[in-house]
């Protein structure tokens, strides 16, 4: 696993950062899972990496809210962090991709 890499560090300060000020997607998550992965990286590695950076996140006091009607339909704010990935990666196993921008929820830190 990349959780020691200087990547995987500097992505998880920006978005610990970026969910203190505003609204941060998740889908940009498994985006950078993929990057910090590199060329040929399998949809179950980036899973994999997303989930490991979310879960660094939650341990920062990020949680999962829904800001549109677009998120899956699960409880808004409610929603315990290991149910949201189980059920995130569930979805993404079904469709054979990651969802649309928006579709995961939003992270943010609650004051």
Same mark, same amino acid.
């Given at each position: 696993m990349t959780t020691q890499s200087p990547k995987y560090q500097e992505d998880l300060d920006y978005f610990a950062n970026y969910a203190r000020h505003d609204? =941060?997607?998740?889908?940009? /998550? $498994?985006?950078?899972?993929?990057? %910090?992965? +590199?060329? +040929? =990286?399998? *949809?179950?590695? %980036? %899973?994999?990496? =997303?989930?490991? %950076? *979310?879960?660094? @996140? $939650? =341990?920062?006091? /990020?949680? /999962? +809210?829904? *800001?549109?009607?677009?998120? @899956?339909? *699960?409880p808004d704010l409610a929603w315990h962090t290991h149910e949201w990935l189980k059920r995130i990666r569930q979805e993404i196993v079904k469709r054979g991709a990651i969802p649309d921008l928006g579709q995961l929820g939003w992270l943010h830190i609650p004051e």
């Open positions: 609204w =941060a997607p998740p889908h940009n /998550v $498994f985006v950078s899972a993929g990057n %910090i992965l +590199g060329t +040929g =990286a399998g *949809l179950p590695e %980036i %899973i994999q990496t =997303a989930e490991a %950076i *979310l879960d660094d @996140l $939650f =341990a920062r006091n /990020v949680r /999962v +809210g829904g *800001l549109t009607d677009h998120c @899956l339909r *699960l």
